[in-house]
């Protein structure tokens, strides 16, 4: 599913709320950074050869401005701003301009809602990046392996990316103040075993949040249709098994199923 313009809702989020979506990049088509075998918009392939078409700033904030407006003359709640959409916000070439729009936006309309961030993290390795991630209230930063095998299985890092070194060097260094997503969920894909919740993914895995010592660690399950059609979707029960182990070790598990 592809969002086809830049404000979008505000939408009921099981993670968030009432959730005003700012997505960033263009209109009905993916750029990623990953090519995720979960993606809920399809392949990296399928938007090939589109071309690159992004809104300006001046153009975001006045669509934002008058959503606002708008918002606030129903009545409506908003509890999150959040960057989000068709691929990694932050690939966006203005994002950390961006951020600074959508604080100011948030101060003047919604001053009690969080802004908020789902990335993959592979741009934290830029440090105009990583600085401006960090204003943000909920940076929900993406670690879905234990392994670099596994990360490239699920994930696909491409040459946008960045190494697995880096990644968990950026996850550390944002420590506390980030919030680590990881889908759980155990398949096929290509013919290979594809799962983070066997004993060989999930022990490393957990090693790297003692680690990185997150605020707290949302885990949640598939829910929409994906590219990838062998997945198997965990069910809460599950989800709060793996929870469990991940809370005997100090850190805080949220769990969304
Ligand atoms: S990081 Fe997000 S947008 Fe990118 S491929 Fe993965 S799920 Fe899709």
Not at 204 to 225: C, E, F, Q, S, T
């Amino acid at each position: 599913m592809l969002f086809e313009n830049s404000i979008v809702g505000p939408i009921h989020s099981r993670r968030l709320g009432s959730s005003l979506g700012v997505n960033l990049l263009p209109l009905k088509h993916k750029y990623c950074s990953y090519d995720c075998i979960y993606c809920e918009c399809g392949w990296n392939r399928e938007s090939e050869n589109q071309e690159m078409v992004y809104a300006t700033p001046d153009e975001l904030k006045g669509l934002l401005k008058k959503r606002l407006e708008q918002l606030k003359a129903e009545s409506a709640r908003v509890d999150s701003f959040t960057f989000a959409g068709n691929g990694e916000p932050t690939l966006y070439p203005h994002f950390a301009e961006m951020v600074g729009v959508v604080r100011e936006m948030r101060d003047k309309y919604y001053p009690e809602a969080v802004t908020t961030l789902l990335t993959n993290a592979t741009q934290l390795k830029r440090k105009e990046i990583f600085d401006a991630v960090m204003k943000l209230d909920n940076p929900v930063l993406k670690l879905d392996a234990g392994t670099e095998r596994m990360r490239q299985l699920i994930n696909k890092n491409n040459e946008m990316g960045c190494t697995w070194e880096e990644l968990l060097a950026n996850l550390i260094a944002f420590g506390n103040k980030g919030i680590i997503q990881t889908l759980l969920f155990d398949g096929q894909s290509g013919g290979e075993k594809v799962s983070n919740i066997m004993p060989e993914e999930f022990e490393p895995y957990i090693g790297h949040l003692k680690k990185i010592n997150p605020r707290y660690v949302m885990l949640y399950a598939l829910d929409r249709a994906t590219p990838e059609k062998e997945l198997r979707k965990l069910s809460v029960d599950e989800l709060e098994k793996y929870a469990q182990v991940i809370r005997k070790e100090g850190i805080e598990v949220k769990v969304y199923g």
